[in-house]
Nanobody
Framework: QVQLVESGGGLVQPGGSLRLSCAASGFAFSTYAMRWYRQAPGKERELVAIIYSDGRTLSVDSVKGRFTVSRDNAKNTVYLQMNSLKPEDTAVYYC?????????WGQGTQVTVSS
């Protein structure tokens, strides 16, 4: 079965960095696009970044230049490197894969940016 397990969240001061990881299993990881989403308290879940199977990436304007998505197909893992973190980046971060029009989600990892 498809499993996604995020890790790497935590408490960081504004301007700091974190690297999130998402370990995937149960599907042909290298052939699928992987997505990072986040959900802040009281807000809807929003897309943050995508990395396609060919390595192309897309990210939303609010994180461009600060966040970088990457993947290691040998380790079935997708990463989100987050630099210059701001308080408004505080959220639960989820990784996602869409397989045959079905969404699969990890359990999420909390990122808190606060002084």
């Amino acid at each position: 079965q498809v499993q996604l397990v995020e890790s790497g969240g935590g408490l960081v001061q504004p301007g700091g960095s974190l690297r999130l990881s998402c370990a995937a299993s149960g599907f042909a990881f290298s052939t699928y696009a992987m997505r990072w989403y986040r959900q802040a308290p009281g807000k809807e879940r929003e897309l943050v970044a995508i990395i396609y199977s060919d390595g192309r990436t897309l990210s939303v304007d609010s994180v461009k230049g600060r966040f970088t998505v990457s993947r290691d197909n040998a380790k079935n893992t997708v990463y989100l490197q987050m630099n210059s973190l701001k308080p408004e980046d505080t959220a639960v971060y989820y990784c996602n894969v869409k397989i045959l029009a079905r969404d699969y989600w990890g359990q999420g990892t909390q990122v808190t940016v606060s002084s």
